[in-house]
């Protein structure tokens, strides 16, 4: 296969939202044909998918090879998670929270949260506004809490500081620009979990519905290096106390001095996204608003509008292709849903209004930022290098004491 090539902004795809197949994306190598998974409907609009013999994709050969191993069953695995569930209270014994979780009122978050009153923890929770809620996440987060009788805390991003790191990111026209809000949540979050003292962070992503992501689509938004580096090529103002996670606290300080962990357990009990959504609604008063991550009003026009308006990437077709692996949906469902409309053309309208003017632009000028050239992560600084340096001495360190005696002789010679 011909490898994509990073190094050159490519022309913005301007691929239609109306239900059209989008079959052309940024960085895709001239005259690839165009293919769709026999499998699942990942295609060609990612540009480093391969494709075997039978047509089955790189994404669900990663799945069998990497995902499942890693994952007990589709049932779940109740020791396990009885197990966790006795180490994080043994843990919380004496403690005013046993654990913390982040709550952002989308499916996974607020189902987690009813999952941990039922398993009888103690967690702080936190909810991070980066000025983008929309009125449903709102409504959802207080339900949740209210209902279950959780501690909450809700930290604000300084708008100022975050509607500039925003314009930041939009000026550079690479693919993620939720690279700011993901970033705040998760610096905050961790930020008072070190605060508060509390060890396990207990987190919603999962495989049933998360497996299949390419990374092309998307970057890293925990490489504070990258986020640093955009803001000071495009940003107006100091950063300020926009909240940013250190690649040092990220790969040494949290899990190897604070020893904090991160745990998942819906892969650890029968996690199916429909039966979620039924009990959030019958029971807690909970309300869906359309579309994965959309309780954000940001996230939902990055998803459904500029990622395949201008890139050609539409991210519906990883999220589908995750529940047909993992035996949630079939097929020819997944591929009928993609023929739904990505935006009502009136909601659009909406955002694109309100999204400009909350940014402080014209919609002249907020279009024009979305129409520009598309970018690669890799044309800005990025920590890629040393985080695969971390890797690799993360492992050596996890490796048996007698193999490193032997390493140590065969370097010694």
């Not at 050969?61 to 396990?80: E, I, M, Q, T």
């Not at 695969?388 to 193999?403: E, G």
Request: aromatic share 12%; charged share 25%; proline share 6%.
């Amino acid at each position: 296969m011909q490898k994509p090539d990073y190094s050159h902004p490519v022309d913005a795809i301007r691929a239609p939202v109306d239900g059209r197949p989008i079959q052309q994306a940024a960085f895709v190598p001239r005259g690839r044909p165009y293919q769709v998974c026999t499998r699942c409907v990942m295609d060609t609009t990612d540009p480093e998918i391969e494709f075997d013999e039978q047509g089955v994709c790189s994404h669900c050969r990663y799945f069998d090879n990497s995902v499942k191993p890693l994952w007990p069953s589709v049932d779940g695995d109740p020791a396990k998670l009885e197990e966790m569930i006795r180490t994080v209270k043994a843990y919380g014994k004496g403690r005013r929270y046993d654990c913390i979780i982040g709550l952002s009122g989308g499916i996974d978050s607020s189902y987690i949260a009813v999952k941990v009153a039922e398993w009888g923890l103690r967690p702080l929770v936190v909810h991070v506004d980066a000025g983008w809620n929309s009125e449903l996440a709102v409504m959802n987060i207080e339900q949740i809490c209210r209902r279950l009788g959780f501690d909450l805390v809700t930290h604000v991003v300084d708008w100022e500081e975050m509607r500039d790191m925003q314009l930041a990111f939009l000026r550079s026209n690479l693919a993620n620009q939720d690279v700011p809000q993901d970033h705040a949540f998760f610096a905050a979050l961790y930020g008072y979990a070190e605060k508060a003292g509390i060890k396990y962070v207990i987190n919603g992503s999962n495989f049933a519905t998360e497996s299949i992501l390419p990374a092309t689509w998307g970057y890293d938004a925990m490489d504070a290096t990258h986020v640093k580096s955009i803001h000071a090529r495009f940003g107006s103002r100091p950063r300020g106390d926009f909240p940013v996670v250190s690649f040092f606290d990220l790969y040494a300080k949290y899990p190897f001095i604070l020893k904090m962990e991160v745990l998942r357990p819906l892969n650890l009990l029968p996690y199916n996204k429909e039966e979620a959504i039924r009990i959030l609604e019958k029971d807690y008063g909970w309300r869906y608003y359309g579309g994965k991550h959309y309780e954000s009003r940001w996230t939902r026009f990055f998803q459904a509008y500029y990622l395949p308006y201008k890139f050609g990437y539409d991210k519906r077709k990883a999220h589908l292709s995750s529940l047909v692996v993992s035996g949630q949906m079939s097929r020819a469902d997944a591929l009928e849903a993609l023929k739904a409309p990505l935006y009502d053309p009136k909601l659009l309208a909406e955002d694109k209004l309100f999204i400009a003017k909350k940014l402080g632009l014209s919609l002249a000028e907020f279009e024009t930022l979305v129409d520009q050239p598309a970018h690669h992560f890799s044309e800005f600084p990025n920590h890629q290098r040393k985080r695969r340096l971390a890797m690799q001495v993360y492992r050596f360190a996890r490796l048996p004491v007698r193999v490193l005696a032997l390493i140590g002789r065969k370097l010694r010679g």
